[in-house]
């Protein structure tokens, strides 16, 4: 699913597209070592959100929209792209980052059988 998703750069809010499929979580592990869906469950568990997780995905979603070669993605690009942002851009755009993340992951067919009483 792309989505575009404000995130505050000097002060002023730019529309950063940012796209989330099924390779997503694949090449979150590829940048960062880490699974995505546990941090998200960690976060999820522990009921907070992880400035952490929530930035790692945005940037590896940002970077998918912009068509990068992920193999070139690192640490040092993620702090670099970081740096471009408000100090408070990830938090206060957190909860559309995740529900792109969510929402592409949701199903969209319909049950062919009816649920059984």
Not at 26 to 50: E, N
Request: with cysteine; glycine share 6%; proline share 3%.
């Amino acid at each position: 699913m792309l989505k575009k998703v404000d995130l505050t750069v000097d002060g002023a809010p730019v529309s950063t597209p940012m796209l989330a499929t099924g390779t997503t979580a694949i090449r979150y592990k590829s940048v960062f070592r880490r699974d995505l869906l546990a941090d998200i469950g960690a976060m999820d568990k522990s009921g907070t959100l992880d400035y952490a997780t929530i930035a790692r995905l945005a940037y590896v979603m940002a970077m998918q929209a912009a068509h990068t070669d992920m193999s070139t993605c690192s640490d040092d690009t993620f702090m670099d792209w970081l740096d471009t942002l408000d100090g408070d851009a990830i938090l206060t755009a957190a909860r559309e980052i995740i529900g792109a993340y969510l929402s592409s992951r949701a199903t969209t067919v319909a049950p062919k059988n009816a649920v059984a009483q």
